[in-house]
């Protein structure tokens, strides 16, 4: 079972603009626009932040942002607030009927 | 309030058994596929598993199949996942969560419940 792959770890000042990659293959990212990113804060229920690559579900800040090129999804998340610091998981609905997830980028706010 | 509470966690010995519940309130659960998402420590999100609403469709992730099995009632909200001849590598955190109707993305997570399999 593969997963998709990012950095372990960005940082940023506030205010400031972060990306975060997230490498799949054909088979996943690149098969479809079925991308999703899910916050998680330590010991609280992960949180869906983007559905369907670009979607923000109702409640969610417009300075959270998906897309795409290729087998390649990105988050981009611009004025970083102290309450982003999270880890952030992106995930995407394979050819295999499952949903693979990526491996996690913790999020610093310097 | 949509909430989605699992239980059942615990330590076990390998080769031992669990059986987990994730209890759903305040949200559509009948209608909708449930899975089941670990992270295993130092690692990333897996799901291990899903069913449909009526339970007529099951999917197992290969490092599972044949030890889980997941199951539902739906009168109760529940979803269920009993895990057997568990494993060292099975030790997680393992997370319930409600797809979406599109069923390609999670719209809904519990807070998890630590499974730790160890001699």
């Known amino acids: 079972q593969s997963a998709l792959t990012q950095p372990a770890s960005v940082s940023g000042s506030p205010g400031q603009s972060i990306t975060i990659s997230c490498v799949g293959t054909n088979s996943d990212i690149g098969a479809y626009n079925y991308v999703s990113w899910y916050q998680h804060h330590p010991g609280k229920a992960p949180k869906v932040i983007i559905y369907e690559l670009s979607n923000r579900p109702s409640g969610v800040s417009n300075r959270f942002s998906g897309a795409k090129s290729g087998n390649t999804a990105s988050l981009t998340i611009s004025g970083l607030q102290a309450e982003d610091e999270a880890t952030y998981f992106c995930?995407?609905?394979?050819?295999?009927?499952?949903?693979?997830f990526g491996t996690g980028t913790t999020v610093t706010v310097l | 309030q949509e909430q989605l509470v699992e239980s059942g966690g615990g330590l076990v010995k390998p080769g031992g058994s669990l059986r987990l519940s994730c209890a759903a309130s305040g949200l559509n659960f009948a209608d909708y596929y449930m899975g089941w998402v670990r992270q295993a420590p130092g690692k990333g999100l897996e799901c291990i598993s899903y069913i449909s609403g009526p339970s007529d469709y099951t999917n197992y992730a290969d490092s599972v199949k044949g030890r889980l099995t997941v199951s539902r009632d739906n009168a109760k909200n529940a979803l269920y996942l009993q895990m057997n001849s568990l494993r060292v590598e099975d030790t997680a955190v393992y997370f319930c969560?409600?797809?979406?109707?599109?069923?390609?993305?999670?719209?809904?997570w519990g807070r998890g419940t630590q499974v730790t399999v160890s001699s």
């Open positions: 995930s995407s609905y394979t050819t295999s009927r499952t949903l693979f």
């Open positions: 969560a409600r797809f979406a109707a599109a069923g390609t993305w999670l719209d809904y």
